[in-house]
């Protein structure tokens, strides 16, 4: 059920810097999701961006979308150890049903 | 935010043996629920769609004679691993969909840690 691609695969910065993930897709989207899974742990849902937005902040995140290139980006700002995680993107179906990114693994190193 | 309960968290079991994978909606009526499978380092990969009140729609190549799936209320659905053999042994996870105001945000279970012996 992936559509989507993720680069990078894995993304290993230092604390406080900015990190950047992509996310790009195959076909037309209602909206697109960013989700963070820590370790051996389930899913949580960070931020929706609808079609018709090109922006959206919450708190250190920011992600822009791309309809044209078909692509998304997540920016974490002065990140953190507890950062730390899985990112996908993923977007949806008519069903309810989500399309998933390959995800990019994010190591912050104190 | 809504809260989906999976249970158990882990479980290890005798080859042979089936396993029954429990995900509840807390706060919020689910019609529908998702079963996910997850490898090591990879993506979720998506098993089956559990309908309340009818079957569940399985995706290809998925046995849906070895996965039952049973979604008898609007909060309980749950995933029975038949006859578990070691190459099921995996990462399970369950979400639901909170449909409210035209989005589709997927509320996760924490995962079951499969592992046949």
């Known amino acids: 059920s992936q559509q989507g691609e993720e680069d990078p695969q894995a993304l290993s910065i230092q604390e406080g810097e900015n990190a950047t993930m992509n996310c790009s897709y195959k076909?037309?989207?209602?909206?697109l999701q960013w989700y963070r899974q820590n370790s051996g742990r389930g899913l949580v849902h960070l931020i929706l961006?609808?079609?018709n937005e090109r922006e959206k902040h919450s708190g250190r995140l920011r992600v822009t979308l791309d309809t044209s290139k078909k692509s998304s980006s997540l920016l974490i700002t002065a990140s953190r150890a507890a950062d730390t995680a899985s990112y996908f993107c993923?977007?949806?179906?008519?069903?309810?049903?989500?399309?998933w990114g390959a995800g990019t693994k994010l190591i912050i190193k104190p | 935010g809504a809260v989906v309960s999976q249970h158990p968290s882990r479980v290890i079991c005798k080859s042979g043996t089936s396993v029954k994978i429990e995900c509840r909606s807390l706060?919020?009526?689910?019609?529908?629920m998702f079963w996910y499978r997850q490898f090591p380092k990879q993506s979720l990969m998506l098993m089956a769609t559990?309908?309340?009140?009818?079957?569940?729609?399985?995706e290809q190549g998925v046995e849906k004679d070895k996965f039952l799936i049973n979604h008898a209320s609007l909060t309980l659905s749950t995933l029975t691993v038949t006859s578990a053999h070691p190459e099921d042994s995996s990462f399970y996870i369950c979400?639901?969909?909170?449909?409210?105001?035209?989005?589709?945000?997927?509320?996760f279970g924490a995962g079951t840690r499969l592992s046949v012996l």
């Open positions: 979400s639901a969909p909170e449909t409210g105001l035209a989005k589709n945000i997927q509320y």
């Open positions: 706060d919020f009526q689910a019609t529908t």
């Open positions: 559990s309908n309340e009140g009818s079957k569940a729609t399985y």
């Open positions: 076909t037309s989207i209602n909206n």
């Open positions: 961006i609808r079609s």
């Open positions: 993923a977007t949806d179906l008519s069903n309810y049903q989500l399309i």
